[in-house]
């Protein structure tokens, strides 16, 4: 009897986490085909918010509307896109994260596609807004594909992840060079809505997360899924008892990052938690004395970093020309409708690629904080000297260095800002900094371009260094470096 109950005791010992299975499996077949689908969801994006540099003009010159209204166009997106985010985090991490990306997926590919048979322009606005909510919640599919990922190897991975982000941006830049001198501006709108359905087309296929579902206390759900990661690896799962999250009354340093994370262990025929509560839930863990720091931070780096990236796009199309005159600028690229503007935005787009192999070799070795606080201090330093009149190959050398650098601080951003967060609130946590990074997106054309437009260049070069140079503080002051901790 006593050696039956010793057996048994022993047995209640072994325990495991969500962490420990993935490290013990490792990243195979199965992360491979969940980086797929998420990297067509990325690619997605990307390609609906670089089509905005084609579509504007195009429907400008069909439809007679003014500069104002072109730029309209794309504020209505990113409008959109504030609403969404928000929206998106609270879906995914109250009703799981296939929720979250199911919504992104519907909204923008049946929206998009509709936003092509746009019979005027109050109705093309209006269908663009509602795409703009559908790509705010992209970020879903990034914290999806995150918590999949073993810790050890989290950094690299996701920084590959986002290498298809560059890739939809490069094969808009294509696809647009070959549809619209032929097809025009809908024909690109339409096509360009098409890896959404894709997405739809497999979206039975996709697992929940492991990790949403022990936060929900459905450690059984959780187990099936580890089970066939494990198989279509060709592991095993560790032995024991799957559980959240470790903890003992005589080890403090079980988990030193875990800051405040409210029980979720709730049986799982109970599902009597209402969403409503489970955002308010989210929100108060978020602003909790062991993350408010962190939250607010974030905040801003967020900010900091979408003002800084769709800044650095706008100034290219106004400083890489050889002409150093002070011309009128708008919120797309104002190359006319030929060659010349499908060969800049393509170019452009191929330097994200350096900062992203920079990001995948770095992240993983000198972690997060300082990955991104050197990519923005380097960004600072090329955008710096753009404040004087420089040569064409000397100025596209330093601008399509900065879009490197802040591509590169972005992949680690979007590693970092879910490592912080448990998972019962890791979507509303993202999706509230992206709502608020995209505030960053729109008001830098209002002021960066106002002012380029007005020929007070020193101006604008100082308000983006001010702004990377706070970026910069505010990484160093983050109060975790997460490389190769277990995610909460």
């Given at each position: ?340 503007l499908y060969r800049d935005v393509l170019v452009t787009s191929i330097a994200e690629i350096p900062g992203l192999i920079l990001a995948a070799l770095l992240v993983d070795r000198v972690g997060r904080k300082l990955s991104m606080g050197g990519f923005i201090i380097l960004c600072f330093a090329f955008i710096a000297p753009l404040a004087v009149p420089l040569g ?76 990377l140079f706070l970026a910069a503080v505010a990484c160093a002051l983050f109060p975790l470096e997460t490389k190769g901790c277990q995610m909460q």
């Open positions: 009897m006593s050696g039956a109950e010793a057996e048994a005791g022993g047995a209640e010992c072994c325990y495991y986490t969500t962490d420990d299975a993935l490290s013990h499996v490792g990243f195979g077949r199965f992360q491979a085909l969940v980086l797929a689908y998420a990297g067509v969801g990325w690619t997605a994006e990307a390609m609906e918010i670089m089509m905005l540099s084609f579509v504007g003009p195009s429907v400008k010159d069909e439809w007679g509307i003014s500069g104002q209204q072109e730029g309209l166009i794309t504020s209505v997106v990113f409008a959109g896109m504030i609403i969404g985010a928000r929206l998106g985090g609270v879906i995914s991490d109250s009703y799981g994260r296939r929720a979250g990306f199911l919504f992104t997926a519907v909204v923008t590919g049946i929206f998009g596609f509709l936003s092509a048979l746009s019979p005027n322009y109050i109705c093309l606005l209006t269908l663009r807004f509602v795409v703009g909510m559908g790509l705010g919640a992209g970020h879903v599919l990034a914290t999806w594909f995150l918590e999949f990922v073993p810790a050890a190897k989290r950094g690299t991975w996701v920084v590959v992840f986002h290498c298809t982000w560059t890739f939809g941006t490069i094969f808009q830049a294509l696809i647009a060079w070959a549809i619209m001198p032929v097809l025009g501006w809908r024909w690109l709108i339409a096509l360009s809505s098409s890896p959404c359905f894709v997405l739809l087309m497999f979206y039975g296929l996709t697992p929940e997360s492991p990790r949403y579902l022990c936060s929900r206390g459905r450690t059984t759900d959780a187990k099936f899924i580890l089970e066939r990661i494990a198989r279509m690896n060709n592991m095993a799962l560790p032995s024991g008892i799957l559980i959240q999250h470790k903890r003992s009354d005589n080890d403090v340093d079980v988990e030193t990052i875990l800051p405040l994370i409210t029980s979720q262990d709730i049986d799982a025929t109970d599902m009597s938690v209402s969403a409503k509560y489970s955002c308010t839930n989210a929100f108060r863990t978020l602003v909790s004395r062991s993350l408010i720091k962190s939250t607010l931070l974030l905040w801003f780096v967020y900010f900091a970093f979408s003002f800084a990236y769709y800044g650095i796009v706008l100034l290219t199309s106004e400083l890489s020309s050889g002409e150093r005159r002070c011309s009128p600028a708008g919120m797309h690229l104002r190359q006319q409708n030929d060659v010349r064409e190959g000397l100025a596209t050398t330093l601008l399509f260095s900065a879009r490197a650098c802040i591509m590169g601080s972005y992949a680690v951003l979007y590693i970092y800002g879910p490592e912080i967060y448990p998972t019962s609130c890791r979507n509303t946590g993202v999706g509230v900094a992206t709502s608020l990074g995209r505030i960053g997106g729109m008001v830098v054309p209002l002021i960066a371009v106002g002012l380029l437009e007005n020929c007070h260049q020193k101006e604008a070069v100082f308000i983006f260094d001010m702004v």
